[in-house]
Every structure is written in C-alpha cells, then in structure tokens.
C-alpha cells in the first residue's frame, strides 16, 4: 500500500502563487508517474500535470507556462508551483501516483483563488 498527503493548499488572490506537496509513503516503487489532478465544484476531475521517476512531464494546455512539477525521488514528494494563479484555478487539488498495476490517491487540497 502507498499513502500519499497532500499540503500547501490555501488561499491566495489572482496573480499570487501556491506550491503543494504530495508526500508518498509506504510500499513506493521507484518506477511510477506521479500526477496532479484538480476539481472544481460543478466539474469534472482534470488532469492538471505529471510527471514519471525519469524527470518527463506534460500539462494541461490551460496551466502551461503558469505552473510546474517536479519530484524529489530522496522524499518520495512531487511538488507543483503554480504561479499567476487564476480564479479558474479554484478548486481541490488531488495528488494521484500509479506504480505497477495499481493506482492511489491523497485526499485532496483546496486551493482558493479570489481576490
């Protein structure tokens, strides 16, 4: 099993920034894709960013150039700077690794953008 939490989430206004962490526990294997995924009230869970233990990382058209992720493979944490946050940015954000045959998920980390 693989325990993942979240942190860093809050509340920021437009143009201000945010970092969340998604800290990976228990049985990690030292292949995986770790990926960020947010929800907005209303909406359906998105893609927001990922990144695989060799460094690749790919993002939603509608955050490139605003955020980035990157993992430290020592702490077992993918981090995602999001900066020039929007209010279309609002939304829980969800930390998601797969490793093997199976796929994990931390429990979320409301992220508010609002002036």
């Known amino acids: 099993q693989v325990q993942l939490v979240e942190s860093g989430g809050g509340l920021v206004q437009p143009g201000g920034s945010l970092r969340l962490s998604c800290a990976a526990s228990g049985s990690t294997f030292s292949i995986y894709v770790m990926r960020w995924y947010r929800q907005a009230p209303g909406k359906q869970r998105e893609l927001v960013a990922r990144?695989?233990?060799?460094?690749?990382?790919n993002y939603a058209d509608s955050v490139k150039g605003r955020f980035t992720i990157s993992g430290d493979n020592v702490k077992n944490t993918v981090y995602l700077q999001m900066n020039s946050l929007k209010p279309e940015d609002t939304a829980v954000y969800y930390c998601?690794?797969?490793?093997?045959?199976?796929?994990?998920w931390g429990q979320g980390t409301q992220v508010t953008v609002s002036s």
């Open positions: 990144i695989t233990n060799t460094g690749f990382t």
């Open positions: 998601n690794r797969i490793q093997g045959p199976t796929e994990y």
